[in-house]
């Protein structure tokens, strides 16, 4: 079949614009993704110099920024122990023993033993008052707003929650003893003394990381018995009101005790027999099983050798 002279002219034109078309799609377009690309490399390049010409000119910033944070760690670190074998232990705990004797803290120990090497987590606890929740409460405040004081309140309780939730594993060594005191003060002046155990070190006075994992209870024997006297007056002068009114009402006599007869009338009311006193010296003294764990972390190495070392090259 012959194509005329405006047939031919068309399919020329057609192949043409094809071969065009390809070349933009196969030629041009992938060169101009590559000036895109290269562009983005140059920019994030010179943003790369930019601030590498900024470290340069604040060097000497960075390295008191270094120095500073080393100081600030470091003073945290003196408040802990060094890591203690158990032999060392014995002899911290020894010198805290005697710093509580320097301190009026009049104790005696005995069974003392030390634990191994270990870890402990620290952490930080947040107190959350408990409240109360009940229907009729809640219908009289629906619709009650929280003043601005309660909002900061929650705001920075949140704020504290948010930077101290995490927690820390560092080292620890437990000592665990018997301390024996003459009566429950000087038992919690121990208990006391090991929150606030304060060392002198380098020249300065430092309060070390140190608890006491058991609790002690309190129990004031002269407080008991005079509450005791009272109710026993209370239920004495109680019975003797009842009997009255009784015999008032009634015209019956009615007794006061468990004998049939009547205990004011008799004077057996207080005929209770002496306690006798405890001479032993369980009686006499106070006892306490304990465990004090020590912590420990290993201190920062000084960074000023380092950091001359880095200026000089």
């Known amino acids: 079949m012959k194509l005329t002279k405006q047939e031919r002219i068309a399919v020329l034109v057609i192949a043409v614009i094809i071969l065009l078309v390809l070349g933009v799609i196969f030629f041009i377009v992938p060169k101009f993704n590559e000036i895109g690309t290269d562009s983005a490399s140059l920019v994030n390049k010179q943003k790369e110099l930019a601030a ?3 470290r340069a ?3 000497d910033q960075l390295g008191q920024d270094v120095i500073a944070a080393y100081d600030e ?6 408040m802990f122990f060094e890591e203690m074998q158990p032999y060392e232990a014995d002899d911290e705990i020894r010198n805290f023993i005697q ?3 320097d301190n009026d803290v009049n104790i005696t120990v005995d069974s003392l033993s030390i634990g191994s090497p270990s870890v402990s987590t620290l952490g930080v606890n947040f107190y959350t008052e408990p409240t109360v929740v009940y229907d009729l409460k809640t219908y009289a405040t629906q619709g009650q707003q929280e003043t601005e004081e309660e909002l900061a309140a929650e705001a920075r309780a949140a704020l504290l929650q948010s930077q101290l939730s995490s927690t820390q594993t560092v080292g620890s060594i437990d000592v665990t003893f018997t301390v024996t005191t003459l009566n429950d003060d000087d038992m919690l002046k121990f208990v006391d003394i090991v929150n606030n155990y304060v060392k002198q070190e380098n020249g300065s006075n430092v309060r070390k990381a ?3 994992s058991s609790g002690y209870s309190v129990t004031y024997s002269d407080v008991e018995e005079k509450y005791s006297e009272l109710v026993a007056d209370l239920t004495e002068s109680a019975a003797k009101d009842a009997a009255a009114q009784i015999q008032k009402d009634t015209g019956e006599k009615v007794t006061t005790d468990n004998t049939g007869n009547d ?3 008799n004077g057996e009311g ?6 006798k006193k405890d001479n032993s010296f369980e009686g006499n003294t106070r006892q306490m099983g304990v465990t004090l764990t020590m912590y420990s972390i290993e201190r920062m190495q000084d960074p000023t050798d380092q ?3 880095q200026d000089a090259q």
């Open 52 to 54: 590498a010409v900024e």
């Open 57 to 59: 000119g604040t060097k």
């Open 73 to 78: 760690g470091r003073n945290i670190a003196d």
């Open 99 to 101: 710093y509580c004797k």
């Open 210 to 212: 140190i608890r006491l």
């Open 263 to 265: 205990a004011a009338a």
């Open 270 to 275: 207080n005929n209770e027999e002496e306690e």
């Open 307 to 309: 950091l001359a070392a």
